[in-house]
């Protein structure tokens, strides 16, 4: 199983908040769209192998942890993914991880928390990063997951904290800074070709 982490730290928390319907003044879903499309979307079809995770930080309600995998069973539409999101936000109940529609979860879940519980499933984690090793050079497991920010970048208190673990490394998709759903569409591509 792929996973990606999007992490925001001005992503809007709540339906209401989304609703305006501006999704680049509710802390740039727009980003957060195109990572999630290039992602999941094949050209026809899903990646069914693939778990996208948003933690969002932004008002009024942080953190939430969004969490997809499409099946059979989910009705998305490419136009629509700022509506999935949005009704997703909406139905949020506090104390429970809630699945709202089949394959999409969300519950209150700091940044570090998810990680260390996808670490703790056996999943090997890495930070997406310019100045990290080459993505070519490294040994990635078939349980894999790739943090990545938004136009802010990652949190850098807790991107320290997982560097001093010593558990987590950086990996670079080349000398570029790109767009975050570029590198989404590079590690996919370099998944596909190890057959991963
Ligand atoms: C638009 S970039 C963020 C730019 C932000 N100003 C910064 O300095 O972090 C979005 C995300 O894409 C990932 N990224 C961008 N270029 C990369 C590269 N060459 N290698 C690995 N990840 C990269 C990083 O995770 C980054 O947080």
């Keep these: 199983m792929r996973h990606f982490i999007y992490f925001s730290s001005s992503a809007q928390t709540s339906g209401k908040a989304l609703s305006g319907g501006d999704l680049m003044?509710?802390?740039?879903?727009?980003?957060?769209?195109?990572?999630?499309?290039?992602?999941?979307?094949?050209?026809?079809?899903?990646?069914?192998d693939v778990t996208f995770h948003f933690i969002f930080y932004g008002i009024p309600d942080p953190p939430k942890h969004i969490e997809i995998t499409v099946c059979d069973d989910l009705e998305i539409s490419?136009?629509?993914?700022?509506?999935?999101?949005?009704?997703?936000?909406?139905?949020?109940r506090e104390g429970e991880k809630k699945e709202i529609f089949p394959g999409c979860f969300v519950e209150k879940k700091s940044?570090?928390?998810v990680i260390e519980d996808l670490t703790k499933k056996g999943v090997k984690c890495f930070i997406l990063d310019k100045k990290g090793v080459s993505i070519r050079d490294v040994k990635i497991p078939e349980e894999?997951?790739?943090?990545?920010?938004?136009?802010?970048?990652?949190?850098?208190?807790?991107i320290n904290r997982l560097k001093k673990s010593g558990s987590i490394e950086e990996v670079s998709i080349g000398p570029k800074m790109y767009f975050a759903s570029q590198t989404v569409a590079v590690v996919n591509n370099e998944l596909d070709f190890r057959g991963l």
């Excluded at 003044?25 to 990646?47: C, E, N, W």
């Excluded at 894999?144 to 807790?158: A, Q, S, V, Y």
């Design 25 to 48: 003044k509710a802390g740039r879903i727009d980003i957060a769209i195109h990572s999630f499309i290039q992602g999941i979307y094949l050209s026809h079809g899903f990646r069914e």
């Design 78 to 92: 490419k136009k629509d993914i700022g509506t999935l999101i949005k009704k997703i936000l909406y139905k949020f």
């Design 111 to 113: 940044f570090l928390k």
């Design 144 to 158: 894999n997951c790739f943090i990545l920010g938004d136009h802010d970048g990652l949190p850098k208190k807790e």
